[in-house]
């Protein structure tokens, strides 16, 4: 059974950080780029940063870069992804979620390519 579950989101004050998680389980999901992805209130869902198979290679959007950092722990049966936040602002509150995609033939930042998505965290950033 597949299952990808977000963890980690929290209520915090804007320059707070937080560190989410994701277990990624139920396929071999070592193999696969793994993407945070998130869903203000009123806003599409946004790529926020994906990680490719082995850690290698990060890929961030414009909004995210120097402020958060992606990574991958390959355990044997289960992965697990993070997405550390840093300085968070009132303007990065959204549901995020973590999200595998088997390989990218487009840019990281293309939904259609993430064939498995979590149920996502609330992070919520006071002024």
């Known amino acids: 059974q597949v299952q990808l579950a977000e963890s980690g989101g929290g209520l915090v004050q804007a320059g707070d950080s937080l560190r989410l998680s994701c277990a990624a389980s139920?396929?071999?999901?070592?193999?696969?780029?793994m993407g945070w992805f998130r869903q203000a209130p009123g806003k599409e869902r946004e790529f926020v940063a994906a990680i490719n198979w082995s850690g290698s290679s990060t890929y961030y959007a414009r909004s995210v870069k120097g402020q958060f950092t992606i990574s991958r722990d390959n355990a044997k049966n289960t992965v697990y992804v993070y997405l550390q936040m840093n300085s968070l602002k009132p303007e990065d509150t959204a549901v995020y979620y973590c999200a595998a995609a088997s390989s990218l033939v487009a840019g990281p930042e293309a939904e259609s390519q993430y064939a498995y998505w979590g149920q996502g965290t609330q992070v919520t950033v006071s002024s």
């Open positions: 139920g396929r071999t999901f070592s193999r696969y780029v």
